[in-house]
């Protein structure tokens, strides 16, 4: 008889659905972002817990689209105060721009720190109240880095594995966190430790090597030998869902949609934008090539739009708070220098879209500029991919995300370099359908190789291991 599969627990900082009032009634509504895009259906087919913060509002036989979850969630409740050293003070002041290897941008607030180590403690016990000692327990990103050695003083022989949704910088970079060592040596209480690229895996095995005493790394084996135990690192790309995205994006509902965006927009070709609203996306860099496109070509004005669908992320924060009133002004700046009747250069959203639009207009789009400064994979360029099952399409792509390892089907650029920007998005607008199609049909060979519950599964038969 095959033996039953391990249950699974997922810990991560957001959980896949928080309440909110719709229509004047309070619902569960699915988180947007990555990590949610990515895991709900895995533990969908798989069945465990998700361990997340949350207020505990959420119904305990929690239904959703008119069918019951068919997993548990566990919620996190944080105080306010540690909340906003764990949440604010660190994993956004901090972790967030050194991971990015944006240093400069990082705002050090001392004893945030012991609020993050509160926080992380407050995980630890919730994993262990709703789990077994022969449960997977899957640690999920930056928010929970001490977690992985919390659960082990206490779960010496259970299954412990991290994965890194975002890049893992140079140990230049990395050792201008004051409390440097205390992460890695919470990391190191995991069994498998996972990230997008092989240049990620390289940088944390660098930073263990030179941050921490008394280990040995082995960069060819990916290992770490830590005291009696072997962690291993492993190079995991996460992928997209493609058959959902893909039954979807084939629905009539979504090919009507993609007709109104067309009319909408006059027929003009479209160059498409989506994003959560944060500073590593490019979004202003970007903004300036499309205005550079228009300035050097009149024909472009009547030729081409721009859409940008940007979804709020981290709205108390003044940084994202400024950043965003930044990208309002210079929006309002290029449409006010270059509109014409009926003809708005820029079209932007600034909310969520639900998936149904958003795959129309990832159908509709004839170019997507996907062009974060940095990014840990980036699964926008994967579904833009996904959506165009036919014919052509251009994906346009930074060569700081991840994703770019995996997409040589994609025309390259360097996001900081505005012209070049400008001038491979002219190129992209040029190219016939001819010259389009085999790069999409090579993109779409390579988004199939990524599908998200290969990435999970694979994951986990390792961790299992
Ligand atoms: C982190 C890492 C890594 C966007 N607009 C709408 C919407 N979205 C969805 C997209 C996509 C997701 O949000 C964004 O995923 P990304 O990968 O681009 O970025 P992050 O949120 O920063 O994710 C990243 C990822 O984790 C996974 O490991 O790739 O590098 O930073 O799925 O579709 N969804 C809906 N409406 C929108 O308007 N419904």
Redesign the pocket.
């Known amino acids: 008889m095959a033996r039953a599969k391990r249950r699974l627990v997922v810990v991560s900082n957001r959980g896949p659905f928080r309440m909110q009032i719709v229509g004047g009634r309070k619902r569960p509504v699915r988180a ?4 949610v ?2 895991l709900d259906p895995v533990l969908r087919a798989r069945g465990g817990v998700w361990v997340s913060t949350g207020d505990g509002d959420l119904p305990k036989d929690l239904r959703i689209d008119g069918a019951r979850l068919p997993y548990e969630i566990a919620q996190v409740k944080l105080t306010r105060s540690v909340a906003e050293g764990y949440y604010e003070g660190v994993s956004n002041a901090m972790l967030w721009p050194i991971m990015h290897s944006m240093a400069a941008t990082v705002r050090m607030t001392g004893p945030a720190f012991e609020d993050y180590a509160t926080a992380n403690r407050a995980f630890c016990e919730a994993v262990l109240a709703s789990s077994k000692d022969s449960d997977l327990i899957w640690v999920q990103d930056f928010h929970l880095m001490l977690l992985p050695a919390m659960l082990r003083a206490e779960r010496r022989r259970a299954h412990i594995g991290w994965f890194c ?2 890049p893992w910088p140079g140990s230049d970079i990395f050792r201008v966190l004051p409390w440097r060592e205390a992460i890695l040596q919470g990391l190191l209480g995991a069994d498998l430790i996972g990230f ?1 690229t092989e240049g990620y895996a390289q940088n944390f095995l660098r930073c263990v090597n030179d941050l921490v005493p008394a280990v040995h790394v082995d960069f060819s084996r990916m290992q770490i030998r830590h005291g009696r135990r072997t962690v291993r690192v492993v190079v995991a790309p ?1 992928g ?1 869902p493609l058959d959902a995205i893909q039954t979807l994006a084939a629905d009539p509902r979504v090919s009507a949609e993609v007709e109104r965006i067309q009319q909408w927009v006059n027929n003009r070709r479209i160059i498409l934008g ?3 609203l ?1 500073y590593t996306k490019g979004i202003e860099q970007r903004l300036l090539a499309f205005e550079q496109l228009l300035r050097s070509d009149r024909a472009a004005r009547n030729r081409y739009v721009m859409v940008q ?1 940007m ?1 709020p992320s981290r709205t108390d924060v003044k940084a994202y708070a400024d950043l965003k009133t930044r990208i309002d002004q210079r929006v309002g700046d290029i449409n006010g220098r270059y509109a014409s009747a009926g003809r708005i250069p820029i079209q932007y959203f600034y ?5 149904p639009q ?1 795959y129309a207009h990832y159908r509709a789009a004839d170019v997507a500029l996907v062009t974060p400064l940095r ?6 360029a994967l ?1 833009y991919v996904a959506c165009r099952m036919q014919g052509g399409g251009v994906l346009v792509l930074s060569e700081f ?2 994703a770019a390892e995996y997409l040589e089907g994609a025309l390259r650029v360097n996001p900081y370099d505005v012209h070049d920007m400008a001038t491979t998005l002219k190129a992209a607008l040029a190219m016939t359908a001819d010259e389009q199609e085999p790069r999409m049909h090579r993109l779409r060979a390579e988004v199939h190789k990524l599908d998200v519950h290969r990435w999970a599964d694979g994951y986990i038969a390792q961790l299992e291991r």
């Open positions: 947007a972002g990555g990590l895009a990515a949704h975002i997008h996460i997209v989506v994003d959560r944060d669908i979804v909310r969520n879209l639900p998936p958003l990014d840990g994979m980036n699964l926008v579904e995300a991840g």
